[in-house]
């Protein structure tokens, strides 16, 4: 069974910077892209970026390029998204998924609340 | 590429068909797919390929479109079929864009 686990809902300052992860099982981690969406609170979903775990490649939305970083370990299985200067508007749902409307192989993690607050 | 999906809400009773349409500024072919969200619950495609039904959904719901126009279409809605439908295009794959979503409703 293919399952995304996300890391657990986080409460940060403004300023601080933050590492979420996405652990994959149940298929080959290395061979499929993931990728990372948000979804503000009330607001609807936003393709932030994706990742090729096997060679680093990856890509982002104009809206987030240089305001997160998304990577990943294959060796582990996990894709990451870093924040280095967080601000109270990254308060969101963040979610990994596989984004694969093409073959229908697309698999979700379960979102990691992240709130931003002085 | 800019993606129009409309309408942003609708209400509807059980029972009733309805059709969700997403656009497009330029053709994608067929590489869109649609979700359902329901409160608190990560999205789950329904359709992929623009018309092909996800395993196990019910075939009360239906994809069509190529190119820039592209529909979602739910027959007999049920009760858990109110949620929040979005689309995404992969033309550009793995680049990705959502639709703004479509809210249904119980009327």
């Known amino acids: 069974e293919v399952q995304l686990v996300q890391s657990g809902a986080e409460v940060k300052k403004p300023g601080e910077s933050l590492t979420i992860s996405c652990k994959g099982s149940?298929?080959?981690?290395?061979?499929?892209?993931i990728g990372w969406v948000r979804q503000m609170p009330g607001k609807g979903l936003e393709w932030m970026g994706i990742?090729?775990?096997?060679?680093?490649?990856?890509r982002y939305s104009p809206s987030f390029q240089g305001q997160v970083t998304i990577s990943a370990d294959t060796s582990i299985s996990t894709a990451y998204l870093y924040w280095s200067t967080l601000k109270a508007s990254d308060t969101a749902i963040y979610y990994c998924?596989?984004?694969?409307?093409?073959?229908?192989?697309?698999?979700w993690g379960q979102g990691t609340l992240v709130t931003v607050s002085s | 590429i800019q993606m129009t999906q409309s309408p942003s809400s609708l209400s509807a009773s059980v029972g009733d068909t309805v059709t969700i349409t997403c656009r497009t500024s330029?053709?994608?072919?067929?590489?869109l797919g649609w979700y359902q969200q329901k409160p608190g619950k990560a999205p789950k495609l329904l359709i992929y390929g623009a018309s092909t039904l996800q395993t196990g959904v019910p075939s009360r719901f239906s994809g069509s479109g190529s190119g820039t126009y592209f529909t979602l279409t739910i027959s007999s809605l049920q009760p858990e079929d109110f949620a929040t439908y979005y689309c995404l295009q992969d033309y550009n794959y793995p680049v990705c864009a959502f639709g703004q979503g479509t809210k249904v409703e119980i009327k």
């Open positions: 330029q053709g994608i072919r067929n590489d």
């Open positions: 149940g298929y080959r981690f290395s061979s499929y892209w």
């Open positions: 990742t090729y775990p096997t060679d680093s490649d990856t």
């Open positions: 998924a596989t984004l694969d409307v093409r073959t229908g192989g697309d698999y």
